[in-house]
Nanobody
Framework: QLQLEESGGGLVQPGGSLTLACTAS????????MGWVRQGPGKTRQGVAT????????WYADTVKGRFTISRDNAKNTLYLQMNNLRPADTSVYYC???????????????????WGQGTQVTVSS
């Protein structure tokens, strides 16, 4: 059974940092394009960052560029999102997602992934 499980969310003050992890089971994460998608209160889901399966090319939404870093550790079958200089506007549920094929990965509106985790809450507040 293919599963994704996020961890690492929590409450952080503005300017702080968090690292989210997404552990895959039932499949080899290295063969999949991966993304982080977030949904804030009262908002639609938006893509935050993606990484391709072919060559690990990354993409970031303008709102997080320079602050967030997506990466994967294939030996641990885990995807990461390092988040620095967090802002209250970053408060959201963060989901990791996976698909076969490097398409749609440069759009923050894209949410057509095949597989999704259950999400982890990130709250940025003083």
């Amino acid at each position: 059974q293919l599963q994704l499980e996020e961890s690492g969310g929590g409450l952080v003050q503005p300017g702080g940092s968090l690292t989210l992890a997404c552990t895959a089971s039932g499949f080899n994460l290295a063969h999949y394009a991966m993304g982080w998608v977030r949904q804030g209160p009262g908002k639609t889901r938006q893509g935050v960052a993606t990484i391709t399966s072919s060559d690990d090319t990354t993409w970031y939404a303008d709102t997080v560029k320079g602050r967030f870093t997506i990466s994967r550790d294939n030996a641990k079958n885990t995807l990461y999102l390092q988040m620095n200089n967090l802002r209250p506007a970053d408060t959201s549920v963060y989901y990791c997602a996976a698909q076969l094929g490097d398409y749609g990965l440069k759009s923050k509106q894209y949410d057509g992934y095949d597989h999704w985790g259950q999400g982890t809450q990130v709250t940025v507040s003083s």
